[in-house]
């Protein structure tokens, strides 16, 4: 068990078969105990650690209070739930477990930055159905790699989300465990049309720059604003100076491309047009003239889009 004490957590082993009792209705209760008569002993693992030894001798005595703020851990209760009751009761945040049929779909993983992390995560949006519904699931990370084709899963500890206009989904959080699901679900015959991938072929017959003076820092590659004053440029992230011709303009273009009748206007955004360079073995241009001769020049690529008019992947 672990011991929770004012300033760290020990690892403890009970001898003192009287004391288990005690010890399980604290742990249950979220109770504090005081422990009198323990010993401290290294752990044989780990030399630098120190284990909580409990013997004959020990004392244990049932606290109303704890003389300093503890982590109550919450006791989670692991019923699940269905899809319509997912839809039609559950809010932005609230946490749940479901049997689903995950029916994997064309859309590409896509890397995306989180907004208060450096690093990239991978990103995968499929459908989840069980017999009562059909909703969005969001993969994250390792979450992806549970899910290796279109199964049923026990998806435990899911997190709700709910944007504008009521729409609901779920999406994988570091705490989801995914398993498989011994329920037999069948796969739904209905798609989420925010889910459907469609594509045009390049060359696009117009592209704009709708760039609202975004820049990135050479050096913490956070979104920063281009002063117009000195040679010189200070980033309020890292600190770090840089010349202004070093700072990376971020773009966001808008594409237009035509198939016979069919026109449409394809928004891509920095992360898309890094991943299309990517793709073409070529580091992305600072310079907008560049990257409008590359695309017209390319008569091979497709580009796929969603719902929105996003792009999302190129092939
Ligand atoms: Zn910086």
Not at 122 to 142: H, R
Not at 297 to 307: A, F, M, N, Q, V
Request: charged share 20%; aromatic share 10%.
């Amino acid at each position: 068990m672990l011991l929770q004490t004012s300033n760290t957590t020990y690892r403890s082993v009970s001898y003192n078969l009287e004391l288990h009792h005690d010890f399980i209705t604290a742990s249950t209760n979220q109770t504090p105990i005081q422990l009198s008569n323990y010993n401290l002993k290294e752990n044989f693992f780990d030399k630098s650690c120190l284990d909580i030894e409990i013997n004959s001798f020990t004392r244990i005595e049932i606290l109303h209070e704890a003389p300093f703020d503890y982590t109550k851990i919450a006791v989670e209760k692991t019923h699940t739930i269905t899809i319509a009751k997912i839809l039609n009761e559950k809010k932005d945040k609230d946490v749940v477990s479901l049997h689903a049929y995950v029916k994997l779909n064309e859309r590409p993983t896509t890397q995306t930055s989180l907004r208060y992390s450096p690093e990239k995560i991978n990103k995968k949006e499929v459908s989840a159905n069980d017999d009562t519904g059909i909703i969005k699931l969001t993969l994250w990370g390792s979450a992806i790699d549970k899910i290796p084709k279109s199964d049923a899963y026990y998806l435990q500890k899911v997190v709700v989300k709910e944007y504008s206009k009521g729409t609901i989904s779920i999406s994988s959080s570091p705490r989801s465990t995914i398993t498989i699901s011994q329920n037999k679900i069948l796969p739904s015959q209905s798609t989420i049309r925010e889910l459907l991938l469609h594509t045009f072929s390049f060359p696009p017959i117009s592209i704009q720059n709708s760039n609202i003076q975004q820049y990135t820092c050479p050096h913490c590659e956070k979104s920063v604003q281009k002063k117009d004053e000195g040679r010189l440029f200070k980033c309020p992230f890292c600190n770090s100076m840089a010349l202004h011709s070093a700072l990376q303009p971020k773009y966001m273009l808008k594409l237009t491309f035509k198939d016979g009748k069919h026109q449409k206007t394809i928004t891509v955004y920095n992360d898309m047009l890094l991943s299309y360079f990517n793709m073409k073995g070529l580091a992305l241009p600072s310079q907008f003239d560049e990257i409008v001769i590359q695309f017209l020049c390319d008569s091979t690529s497709k580009i796929l889009y969603d719902c929105r008019n996003i792009c999302i992947g190129f092939k």
